[in-house]
């Protein structure tokens, strides 16, 4: 049979899968990211380490396919989305750790812009807001710091581009390539022209020249270097997109109105916007759902901290063991016993755009013990979330489902929260890793492989939730939104 693969160069791993003509996904590969904290909201990731473990998983899970007699047919890719690369195209070796999305040092850069009054003309041409979140005052850190001085053929990429590079040979002939829904997030790309703007660049101080062209996401890019991944030789890379962006494909959300929440790392709220740039929406952002010729928007709302609140509870705090401890921990008690907290670890993202917040937790008392920390996180993930389709209702853009996707909406309890929170029902997708799904199958349509109207027939829900009664959980909210203003 003929096989689709996606490579997920997420934050806080790499993953590959291998998809078969029915949909199904049968063989998977995963290996843990190193994170790397130089200084209080520094946040850095080595971008020959995502390179080495993409080699990984995909060779694991090309050999996989081959070893069965199957053929792999195309390779999809997605990846976390504002992180920066400095790189020089005549060098394996990167120039500097990568800056990742949660990396706030262009925050001073930010606040003189919007003291300045460019925030308006900003909203307008990229749909973003003037966040350290996003790629422009990374890259801008970058240049100002001379990383790129030295560097023979320099360049600026999204993990996207800088994944397209490499696996397609990057010192010998490597591609060199951005795409829409990546780009879009960098505040240096025109939404309605889908082009870099001048304007932008110059305003944050990023040269266009270091950046690469952007091409269609279901554009065939390159092929795979058998001498980078000699299992995959030849396999054409068709189809790439954002993570967020690949979760809105991948829970088949191809009617405007549809929405998807993924909790990730961070969780991220997507509804699908049409063919049109979409009115600003105060809070909310506009961006490129994916362009295959036919461009679909999209507004976001972005949460910066989930899962990484989860590991932190596991790796700093010793509070649960493994990830998946917490949700007992979390049923063990009744209620929080008044515990509120805030995993502003990196700001507040939507509708609240602070990015001088930081992590609080409130409300402790001499009983409050681990079980309650662990539940007052676990309604804080559904709050922050709450916190987006309000804005959401704000705007009219009413829902009628949340498809939810990502490691965390394993948790019964955080779906159960969040159904009731935000007054719709939440249906758990069958397959929780909907962004690898989603790059693999836009790359699998590129070739033929299957058409959309398959991909949305063939999405299921594993279960379903529905709102109980709200007066708990809105006397909760009312809290966790004071909390958060003091943070």
Sequence with gaps: MDHVLALDAGTSGVRAISLAPSGQVVDVAYRELSQHYPRPGWVEHDAAEIASLAEAVLDEVARAVRERGDVVVALGITNQRETVVALDRESPTPLHRALVWQDRRGKERCEALIAAGAQDRVRAVTGLVIDPYFSATKMAWLIEHGVLDSATSPGLATIDSWLVWWLSGHVNGGAWSAEPSNASRTLVMDLATRQWSQEMAELFGVDVALLAPIEASNSPRALVSGDVVAS?????????????????FGQSCFSPGMVKATYGTGAFVLANAGASVPPIAQGLLTTVA?????????????????????????????????????????????????????PAFAGLGSPFWRADARG???????????????RALVEALAYQVRAITDAFATHGLGLSELRADGGAAAMDLLLQLQATNSRVTV????????????AAALAGEAVGLWRREDLASAWSSQADFTPEDPLFADLGYEAWLHAAERA
């Design 232 to 248: 995959l030789a030849g396999v054409p890379i068709s189809g790439v997109l954002g993570d967020q962006q690949a979760a809105l």
């Design 290 to 342: 994916w362009d295959d010729g036919e461009v679909v928007y999209a507004y976001e709302g972005s949460s910066f901290v989930a899962g990484a609140a989860v590991q932190w509870l596991r790796d700093e705090m010793g509070v649960i063991e493994h990830s998946s401890d917490l949700e007992s921990l979390a049923t063990s008690v009744p209620d929080s016993a008044g515990v509120v907290v805030v």
């Design 360 to 374: 609080s937790i409130t409300g402790l008392s001499r009983g409050a013990g681990s079980a309650h920390i662990a």
């Design 427 to 438: 249906r758990r997708s069958a397959n929780l890793e909907a962004t690898a799904h989603g």
